[in-house]
């Protein structure tokens, strides 16, 4: 049994990111599952081999690897016999978020654990890691594997979800609506004493509206 595992502690691992630079925030909180029943994914490449991934978002699996907790398992089956071996491909503390693309940010998020146990990759060794790559999609989708490097050092695997769409960050938004109430109460404040002020000095028409002529000649400039 080869395990493999992605993500961290109970409640140790984020699950939304503000992305700041495009002032979006992904949630994706409705990936976790219960605890004793984690994502369950196999991939089949070959007729004699099955790979099998169990995994969790936000909490560990139940499995431990090593006597180390993490998040996900990779299970080598062959012709349906089990290896009872286990590798760490990545641990929750060492996470990274970023958009798929960041000309498209809407597109999608991808989530990436490394920090994984030794493997060996072109003849040298590096740290096993994952990506699970989030499309933005109002219909949820099955789990695929995109892509892999060479002797599967790093899996990548790809779902469409809602969680991959993010939204506008609502702390940007409310700041903007409180800037432009603030400039429209602004305003009328400043019309209403304005237009009082003058008709208690006698003024009539459009006179009585604050600096009528200031106002009418920037307007003529402009034009």
């Keep these: 049994m080869l395990c493999v595992f992605v993500l961290g502690l109970v409640t140790a691992d984020p699950l939304f990111w503000e992305d700041r630079v495009n002032d979006l925030v992904f949630d994706w909180s409705a990936l976790q599952r219960?605890?004793?029943?984690?994502?369950?994914?196999?991939?089949?490449?070959?007729?004699?081999f099955n790979t099998k991934y169990v995994f969790n978002f936000g909490v560990n699996i139940p499995e431990v690897c090593g006597a180390?907790?993490?998040a996900a398992i990779e299970v080598v089956e062959i012709l349906a016999d089990t290896f009872e071996e286990c590798d760490i491909l990545g641990?929750?503390?060492?996470?990274?978020f970023s958009v798929l693309d960041s000309e498209y940010p809407q597109l999608g998020l991808q989530i990436t654990y490394s920090g994984g146990d030794l493997?060996?990759?072109r003849s040298s060794a590096t740290k096993q890691g994952i990506t699970f790559v989030l499309e933005c999609s109002q219909t949820e989708g099955p789990w695929e594997v995109i892509?892999?490097?060479?002797?599967?050092?790093?899996?990548?695997?790809?779902?469409?979800?809602?969680?991959g769409c993010?939204?506008?960050?609502?702390?940007?938004?409310?700041?903007v609506w409180w800037l432009v109430v603030g400039l429209v109460a602004g305003a009328f404040v400043y019309l209403a004493l304005g237009i009082l002020y003058n008709l208690y000095r006698g003024k009539r028409g459009n006179e009585v509206i604050p600096n009528y002529y200031f106002w009418t000649r920037l307007t003529y400039e402009k034009l």
Aim: aromatic share 16%.
């Design 34 to 48: 219960p605890y004793y029943d984690p994502w369950v994914f196999t991939y089949s490449d070959s007729f004699l």
């Design 166 to 175: 993010g939204f506008k960050n609502s702390k940007s938004i409310g700041l």
């Design 68 to 70: 180390q907790n993490a």
């Design 119 to 121: 493997c060996i990759e």
């Design 91 to 96: 641990r929750h503390e060492m996470h990274s």
């Design 147 to 163: 892509e892999s490097t060479l002797d599967y050092c790093h899996v990548f695997l790809s779902k469409k979800t809602q969680a």
